[in-house]
């Protein structure tokens, strides 16, 4: 996973044409949150996802360019996240965030231009050998995932459910498209690299949906319960700021166990779906069921 | 042309499929900006650039879907210049913007939902009979003009530039990228949906570009010189924002001959360029030069 992280870091620092005229502060806007570390859970599942189809790590290679772009729309949906109008955070990885370095003009068009630019560096998969219609596929993907049905239509549930959540169902479907679907995506992506046959696809599509929500009870459970040190925030923001978790909803306990069911559901679904070589994932299912940051 | 407007308003109507889970609030926030009317310059040159290339008005009907994109970006990039961040604008085509109605967060994720679908949009064309490798071509495309490199730069571009513009040259390369390059888009993705060839394509490329700064000049005349309710909007804002403008570095005599000179280039490069019927569309560019609203 370490080995995957690093290649992800590389090809994020060459997403950005040299010879193309981009403006230069807008430049480093982009690059401020893009460059600034994390996880890269997305793209490391979206590599993984394509190895485990073809059973061979040069798969990988060219999934490459669509795990830069689920990682420039994650990025661009935590610096539109971030802004006062939305959640007003100053902090993120222990950074100031976006707006609060380059104002909220810039931040808004770095979000935009980090969106916008998604789309070519998915596009330009053609050149690494992804079949033209594979290719078409994933760009429809992306699209449908990120966007009012998917991610965006998530943020705005959650927004406008801040208040007034009830059930454990509205907070699973909030879920759902906030974390879920571009998780989801991520599978799906590196499944087309890999010429992934229909099968195969739909179970990537019911292994991210639970690996997704496996994530996000763990993120509010490591809120509860984590170490600030190891987390890089501090912890019990969301007691403090009144939000609707699963601990919440569910207990701590009842939180965990739901945890370790969806993590086993999800990993059922990819030993049934005649991959190559699902081990891998597998292993990435188990590191979010133990992370402690 | 108004037949075509037509057309184009109706496909608009059904750019987010029925059977879609988006949040209503959502829906209305992004209809209520796409569906406000405007003269759907870019969806129209789309079409007649199909057409030109084609010989026939069939060819239209393949394009129509990167015409719907293109308007959904345009339309996208309009509730985020609107913004409070950005120009603060409480009106635009004489009803309140985006945000006024619906507040600022969901301005914002109005506009990430429409920049988003609109890569869905222009990526269903394959099922229109766009070859998948026109359509690939046209989705790379449309990402480098509506983004970092085209209108978001340009945007940024603008924004830093407008208290110490000095220079025509630099006020150019600002009308370039914030409205050539979405025009020069418009015409290219028409002549790939007709599958034109490279030659027709970058007289394309350089027709849109003399069209855009004539459209932004002659906008930059009518807001000195035109009728508020013909406009349907007041007049002579940029004096009062101390605008830097053509006619502001010009004189409007001089800027009037730019927008003259700019659309006879563009028509010359029309006439070598072997299409097919390139009439209407030099109607278009001359329509462009003689509107008064």
């Known amino acids: ?53 073809a059973g061979q790590e040069t798969a990988a290679d060219r999934a490459m360019l669509f795990a830069c772009a689920v990682e420039m729309i994650h990025t661009y949906s935590l610096i539109h996240d971030d802004l006062p109008a939305m959640d007003n955070d100053d902090f993120r990885r ?17 979000g935009d231009g980090l969106l916008t630019h998604a789309f070519h560096v998915a596009a330009q998969a053609a050149s690494r050998g992804v079949p033209a219609e594979r290719v078409l596929a994933v760009v429809g993907e992306l699209s449908r995932y990120a966007g009012p049905t998917g991610m965006v239509g998530g943020q705005v549930d959650d927004m406008l459910g801040e208040q007034g959540l ?6 699973e479907n909030i ?3 906030k974390t879920s679907d571009l998780i989801a995506f991520s599978l799906r992506a ?3 690299a890999a010429e992934a046959d229909d099968k195969q696809l739909h179970a990537y599509g019911l ?6 929500l496996a994530f996000q009870i763990q993120d509010d459970i490591l809120d509860l319960t984590g170490n600030e040190a190891k987390l ?8 403090r700021q009144e939000k609707v978790t699963y601990p919440y909803l569910l207990g701590l306990d009842e939180s965990r166990k739901r945890v370790a069911e969806l993590t086993r559901e999800a990993n059922e679904t990819l ?23």
């Open 1 to 53: 996973m370490q080995l995957q992280r690093e290649k992800v870091e590389a090809a994020l620092q060459s997403v950005f044409p040299m010879d193309w005229a981009i403006p230069g502060t807008l430049s480093e806007a982009m690059n401020y949150s893009l460059l600034a570390g994390g996880k890269r859970l997305r793209p490391i599942l979206v590599l993984a996802a394509a190895e485990a189809v």
């Open 94 to 110: 222990g950074r100031q965030t976006n707006h609060k370095v380059f104002g909220e003009a810039m931040a808004i068009l770095a």
């Open 166 to 171: 009830t059930s454990l169902e509205q907070l």
């Open 175 to 177: 879920h759902l498209h």
């Open 190 to 192: 590196g499944g087309h």
């Open 207 to 212: 292994f991210g949906r639970n690996v997704g």
């Open 232 to 239: 890089g925030k501090p912890v019990k923001s969301d007691e």
């Open 271 to 293: 030993l049934q779906a005649g991959l190559a070589k699902p081990e891998p994932l597998i292993g990435i299912a188990e590191y979010l069921l133990n992370r402690d940051h």
